[in-house]
């Protein structure tokens, strides 16, 4: 095998093992930031030794072992630990001389391994661009330069996220531990919002030329289905799954040829990818019998379903979107669900009736800077034939938004307002 075929093996293998290995070591060390030095020790090693050596059997174990061997290492040495590190060290030793399978020894454990560096690196304690910084880093397996490109971030700003992050947990004294009762549920909704987060950025770009970044959907949604098989019987973690994979399931009818945006009501639902419907439709089932329906990403996993489920446009059964928005709005409310309950309800009995309810949201402190009220409020002047007001709020939608190919996208529709408005 060539050296960069290699290469690109490793890769491959370190995008899926990397996790695992970072979360076997920190239950060793006890330090995510050290772990993670350790595996990058191991990483390097196979940089170094399989272009000549080949491909070992089982990649993921020689990795695991090498990266325990030096973490060995690294809490035998007096000068840099403490007396209870030496005899974590040769307890460590013993129980390698005792187990010599490592594979074994790498799954005996792994499943808790992952929950509670998934825990870790959500946690509280950091900031959220953090969460997701280190999330992406020990979680996704991305490199500091493909969180920065993915974000359209400067490397050496999500290097620093990432040292921060590490630090912060270092000085908590943050347990490598599953959090139990009520801890475990407000640490696991945490968790969830990271996923989402990572997942919107990729399916709607806050920023920059492009509008879809389809690599955060995939790692966002290995991340989820990673989780599902961590803590099956979380209603939510399905929900959260279910939601992401139908969404997931529009994003090749989401963008032109030339990397356009096209809204929901004018993709071509046969581009819609019908395994991804499947499996998100399967994944709001289980999560329903999990009693997922009083969970906020299972009921905007059912709203996702609805459109999923219509052959067309006209098709899409708006009143029941409009019941699941308002009972959205009842356990999570927020100006942003208001927002979208007025567009379904526009939807369903007429623009009018849709932006009666747009209006008492343009007060709202946290729609501000928000561009999609402008633009929802557009659509439905549009609709109710007030060109000259709707192209006022596209524009002032445009110069909202951060997206150039949204911000495109909305200034066509200020012209055809325009031209409809002429003629």
Known sequence: MKAADTHRTIDAVWRIESARIIAGLTRIVRDVGVAEELAQDALVAALEQWPESGIPENPGAWLMGTAKHRAIDFLRRGTLIDRKHEDLGREMAEREMRVPDLAAVMDDNIGDDLLRLVFIACHPVLPTDGRVALTLRLLGGLTTDEIARAYLVAEPTIAQRIVRAKRALAEAHVPFEVPRGAEFTARLSSVLQVIYLIFNEGYSATSGDD?????????????????????????????????????????????????????????????????????????????????????????????????????????????????????????????????????????????????????????????????????????????????????????????????????????????????????
């Open 211 to 423: 509008w879809l970044r389809p690599s955060l959907c995939e790692d966002a949604l290995r991340l989820g289905r990673i989780l599902a098989e961590l803590v099956p019987d979380e209603a939510e973690v399905h929900g959260l799954v279910a939601l992401m994979e139908i969404q997931a399931s529009r994003s090749k009818a989401r963008v032109g040829p030339a990397g356009e945006p096209i809204l929901l009501l004018d993709q071509n639902r046969a581009q819609w990818d019908q395994l991804l419907i499947h499996r998100g439709l399967a994944g709001l089932d289980r999560a329903e019998r999990l009693g997922g329906m009083r969970g906020s990403y299972a009921i905007q996993a059912a709203i996702a379903a609805c459109h999923a489920r219509a052959a067309t446009a006209e098709d899409t059964d708006w009143e029941q979107i409009v019941t699941l928005y308002s009972g959205l709005a009842e356990i999570s409310p927020s100006p942003i669900v208001e927002l979208n309950r007025a567009v379904a309800v526009g939807m369903a009995r007429g623009p009018a009736a849709g932006l009666e309810l747009v209006d008492t949201l343009r007060d709202e402190p946290a729609l501000r800077e928000y561009h999609l009220l402008p633009s929802v409020r557009g659509d439905l002047l549009k609709k109710l034939g007030r060109l000259g007001e709707a192209r006022t709020e596209f524009e002032l939608a445009a110069s909202i938004t951060r997206n150039a190919r949204e911000r495109n996208l909305l200034l066509e529709r200020a012209r055809a307002c325009n031209q409809q408005a002429s003629l």
